[in-house]
């Protein structure tokens, strides 16, 4: 395989302070202590939380609830994790009693996937496996797998095949696996929001591999998020202000199976891996699962089907750069 499979967002963060407050409490904004900080990692992701409070204890317990938090959702989507409940359905095809996280997300998934006329789909995993699995193989063709190999795996995708209610999750195909990489580090980030206004917070930024505003900053103006053009990228092609409001991104850059860059990460369902439309689709949204599944479909769309979607969908905005370096904007960025 011709690269390490990295974080595919592009977006960097900028924010009114020292530092990267991620987190923060709006009364500690000028706090004269030291902040609490903690990095690690969210689905493959290098998450950073910085807590300024004047409470250095109950800084490090929340830290301690979001960190164990975040495993506990691992534990649950996480295709690296051998005993997570998704590598056990992918594995058995069947799941009695699942979690009730990967329910609501799969809930939530087959609303984006009626939404985008099936582009959304978690199915498309035994894809990825095919493109891995070729290109990492020694003289490996270079124009992709054969078509038959192609044919035979895209008749184990397809998001209308999987079963699943608060009991029981199953396949009705053979061969089929799912991946929640496109949307879990949206759901991630919505939870750990919700964990944080469940204890008070009214102010801050969470990224939690997406970003979600909560409020404002402190001195009531929006939190900035610079969007680059690539992970790499230092300088932002752009820079949105939100409040109460989530931000994801797709990325062209992100991944490729190839060293020539022709067989990138963002699978169509239907086709496999097609030319790349866009250099980065950025969507704004309520809340940041939505926002980053809609990023994956939206870059499968033409800029006409795109704007169609979002007219559609008022809460909603786009901002994207297409491969030969126009931009375009469709709903209310702001």
Partial sequence: MAEAIRRRRAICILAAAAGLPLIGFASAARATTQPVVWTGQALGASTTMILNSEDQNQATQLIQQVVAEVSRLEDVFSLYRSHSALSELNRSSVLVAPPTDLVSLLQTSRTLFEASGGLFDPTIQPLFALYARHFSALAADPSGPTEHALQTTLE????????????????????????????????????????????????????????????????GSGWRVGLTPSDTSTSPQRVLTIIDRAIATSSAAGFHFDERGRFGHILHPRYGALPERFARVTVVASDAATADGLSTAFSLMTEDEINGHVRLRPDIAVDLVAQGGGSRRFGEIL
């Avoid at 998001?159 to 580090?185: E, K």
């Fill in 156 to 219: 184990q995708v397809g998001f209308d095949g999987v079963l699943f209610n608060r009991d029981r999750i199953a396949f009705t195909r053979p061969d089929m696996a799912l991946t929640l990489n496109g949307i879990a580090q949206g759901y991630i980030t919505d939870r750990i929001v919700e964990l944080l206004r469940n204890a008070g917070i009214t102010s801050s930024l969470v990224n939690m591999g997406e970003n979600r505003a909560i409020g404002s900053k402190p001195d």
